[in-house]
């Protein structure tokens, strides 16, 4: 199993990024998945879940109207679509998978994850 982020970098306060995240190993479409972050020094947090099909997608509230989850099932990818980039978005960004059948925003909930790509918003 794997999952593999990309996308991350170093962005101004209000600029975009979109990481990507590459899944194999697994049967993809059967996966809901989320996306959490740690910034430094502080606990892991949830910041979206995206049901198997894509069709539904749940935000903290920090990233409402900002933030777009997304899914390609025929790639096998996942994507986080970030807009409006806040200093305090800087964090590791890590995707994860879970085979549970509601939505989840607990990590303990997620079987699966990638090793974090890196999101610094400064000027």
């Known amino acids: 199993v794997q999952l593999v982020e990309s996308g991350g970098g170093l962005v101004q306060p209000g600029g975009s990024l979109r990481l990507s995240c590459a899944a194999s190993?697994?049967?993809?479409?059967?996966?809901?998945m989320g996306w959490f972050r740690q910034a430094p020094g502080k606990d892991r947090e949830f910041v979206v879940a995206?049901?198997?099909?894509?069709?539904?997608?749940y935000y903290t509230d920090s990233v409402k109207g900002r933030f777009t989850a997304s899914r390609d099932n025929a790639e096998n990818t996942v994507y986080l679509q970030m807009s409006g980039l806040k200093p305090e978005d800087t964090a590791v960004y890590y995707c994860?998978?879970?085979?549970?059948?509601?939505?989840?925003?607990?990590?303990?909930?997620?079987?699966?994850w990638g090793q974090g790509t890196q999101v610094t918003v400064s000027s």
């Open positions: 190993g697994f049967t993809f479409g059967s996966y809901g």
């Open positions: 995206i049901s198997r099909a894509g069709s539904s997608t």
């Open positions: 994860a998978a879970t085979n549970i059948l509601r939505w989840s925003s607990d990590d303990h909930d997620y079987a699966y």
